[in-house]
């Protein structure tokens, strides 16, 4: 009896080893919001690493965070680096290409609590009176990813992380202007 208990128990921890093996390597999450601001002022805010503090959802989580800036202010070149509670870890962002009122792009360096490296890309689109405003991140998950994603839809975590954020940066924006 004890010997097809333990079959069947490799049989299930063979038969879940396949099913994350077979999970997409890849993955890519991606919001959208429209702020009432031209896109160079959205690009301003999103370009210098000094203002994320006011909009991003992760500062709110650990206002606590130990954060350090390196390189040049803003753009190219411009490095993020934080540590903080079990909610935002720590890691490292390096801005790769800034390109004015269109585009940026960040390398994101996680360091716990689990490593892994993301690309971060901020795209601005003037739309009427407002820019259309996407975040999107994407990067390829090792088994143990593929593994949690079974448990967890990594598009609707980070997906609403970046709705709160576009959400918070809308509201810095389109607030009263401080004189």
Known sequence: ??????LGLAALVVVFLIVVAL???EYR??????VAAAPARVFAQVNDFHNWEAWSPWAKLDPNAKATFEGP?????????????NEVGEGRMTLTQSR???LIRIRLDFVKPMEGT???EFSFKPQDNQTAVTWSMSGRNNFIGKAICLFMNQDKMLGGYFEKGLANLKSVLEGPRKI
């Open 118 to 120: 993301s690309d971060v």
């Open 100 to 102: 004015p009122n269109d």
């Open 29 to 34: 999450v991606s919001r959208t919001a429209a």
């Open 1 to 6: 009896m004890l010997k097809k208990i333990l």
């Open 73 to 85: 202010r803003s753009g190219e070149g411009a490095v993020f680096i934080w540590a903080g509670n």
């Open 23 to 25: 999970q997409p390597d």
